[in-house]
């Protein structure tokens, strides 16, 4: 069985518990004090990856995302933030982008289940992805400039036994009647993980929008770049909608799949409570240098595989709206990731929120 999770690692839990525990600004507490942002546009969700939707069981096999979003803020140091978080922002000033019309913060808690192929055998499985566990706390800082926004990430987390990705992996499987994976002992070492992101989105709405329920389309481009033992890489892409749509930058993923951190111009889509939705398809391309699932352990000797350096990845899916709540649907399709590798991946995610 894993051991206890590392002091490191409980104290990141800790610290991502308080943040959220008051990381939000309420519409309610903005009207107490005009030096605050509107409270507009916090939110709490849900998001689960597995490649069960996908009719795979390897590579990228299960993920959780828990996110927290303020409302907007007069800014980072907005006096209706929690002490706590304002100290945090006080310390991450060199992180904040600047400027901008809007501005808000999320929080963020991840776990990532990686796997072989192979479920049966117990052994090094040389020429597939190593087994890996990881656990992530991330705040990010979101700077909107009509239809631009600028987005910096913060995330710090564990690889390895105290990520616990064996111990839900066997619980997940057991829930869905899934084959158990028998080779965990190969999985990579505790050590700590670190990442820094900073990314761009540029919306490109179509004439005439409005939140009158008539259906239109936009496109919404993003490119950015990450530094760390979690992930180097740089990335661009773009995504294409059509229907009801919101006032925000569409989908700019953790792993992948990840929800809308930007902050709002105007209420929800529907503000009559009533159903509405859209469609979107979407493609990315990465020029990976570095990734701690398939290059193994930075501080120690472990498994590793020969990456690809360009990963390319095509999703498609759709959103529902319901009065505060959203309820997402997405499936991806990735290149091979590294040299050997049998299948291209395939996998699934599913999203619920609620506007606070």
């Given at each position: ?45 849900l998001?689960v ?15 959780a ?10 800014g ?15 310390a ?6 600047g ?10 808690l ?9 479920n ?10 190593p ?11 979101h ?26 992996q ?25 990442q ?13 929008e ?9 496109a ?27 006032d925000?930058?569409g989908?700019?993923p ?66 529902i ?26 996998f ?9």
């Amino acid at each position: 069985m894993p051991s206890a999770f590392p002091p490191r690692a409980r104290a990141l839990l800790a610290a991502l518990a308080a943040l959220c525990a008051g990381g939000a600004i309420s519409p309610a507490a903005a009207a107490q004090d005009e030096r605050c942002g509107d409270g507009r546009g916090g939110s709490a969700g849900l998001r689960v990856d597995n490649d069960l939707l996908g009719g795979q069981d390897e590579g990228y096999t299960n993920g959780a995302v828990l996110t927290l979003v303020s409302g907007n803020l007069a800014g980072f140091d907005d006096p209706c933030l929690p002490g706590v978080a304002r100290g945090l922002n006080r310390a991450l000033g060199w992180l904040q982008p600047g400027g901008g019309d809007q501005r808000n913060m999320s929080f963020t808690l991840a776990q990532a289940i990686f796997t072989p192929r192979d479920n049966e055998r117990r052994d090094l499985i040389t020429d597939d992805r190593p087994y890996a566990g990881l656990l992530v706390a991330g705040v990010g800082y979101h700077v909107r400039t009509g239809d631009w926004l600028e987005s910096s990430v913060l995330r710090l987390g564990w690889v390895g036994p105290s990520a616990r990705g064996q111990d839900v992996q066997r619980a997940v499987h057991k829930v869905t009647g899934s084959k158990r994976f028998r080779g965990w002992s190969n999985q990579l070492h505790d050590e700590p993980l670190f990442q820094l992101q900073r990314e761009w989105a540029r919306r490109w709405p179509a004439a005439g929008e409005g939140a009158d329920g008539r259906r239109r389309w936009d496109a919404v481009t993003h490119w950015g770049a990450s530094l760390g033992t979690l992930a180097t890489q740089a990335v661009v892409g773009g995504q294409w909608r059509y229907g009801t749509l919101p006032d925000d930058f569409g989908s700019l993923p953790l792993w992948a799949g990840g929800d809308n951190t930007a902050p709002v111009r105007s209420p929800a889509v529907r503000q009559d409570g009533g159903w509405s939705g859209h469609l979107f398809a979407g493609a990315d391309l990465r020029w990976v240098l570095r990734n701690i699932t398939l290059d193994g352990n930075t501080f120690r000797d472990s498994h590793s595989v020969d990456k690809r350096a360009l990963v390319g990845e095509l999703s498609y899916g759709f959103v529902i709206h319901k009065g505060a709540w959203k309820f997402a649907l997405a499936r991806y399709h990735r290149t091979h990731e590294f040299v050997g590798q049998q299948r291209r991946p395939v996998f699934g995610s599913f999203t619920i929120s609620r506007a606070l």
